[in-house]
């Protein structure tokens, strides 16, 4: 079993950036899929960024392609999603996920084994 837990949300001003952090508790990751989708309200939930824990490899939905990076760190266990040049739009709440593999590219939320609870990000215009 595998706990996430998302942390570092909040308000920020359009333009501006935060970071969120996911702690994430298991033996070992391996090859897992650690992802970050949003959900703003009356919307559906949608793919963010996402890491392939054995190598490092990144990849984007366009929205935030060149505002938004994930990384990881081996040694705290712990997935980041760095976000600059926000906009209002971003405006959702944000929740990690993984996955054991990759089952879809871009990876769907059907597709992930493990959830976080979600944290809050408010863009202002």
């Known amino acids: 079993q595998v706990q996430l837990v998302e942390s570092g949300g909040g308000l920020v001003q359009a333009g501006g950036s935060l970071r969120l952090s996911c702690a994430a508790s298991a033996a070992t990751f391996g090859n897992y899929a650690m992802c970050w989708f949003r959900q703003a309200p009356g919307k559906g939930r949608e793919f963010v960024a996402a890491i392939r824990w054995s190598t490092g490899v990144t990849y984007y939905a366009d929205s935030v392609k060149g505002r938004f990076t994930i990384s990881r760190d081996n040694a705290k266990n712990t997935v980041s999603l760095l976000m600059n040049s926000l906009k209002p739009e971003d405006t959702a709440s944000y929740y990690c996920?993984?996955?054991?593999?990759?089952?879809?590219?871009?990876?769907?939320?059907?597709?992930?084994?493990?959830w976080g609870k979600g944290t809050l990000v408010t863009v202002s215009s």
């Open positions: 996920a993984a996955a054991t593999h990759f089952r879809t590219f871009p990876p769907v939320s059907a597709g992930m084994d493990y």
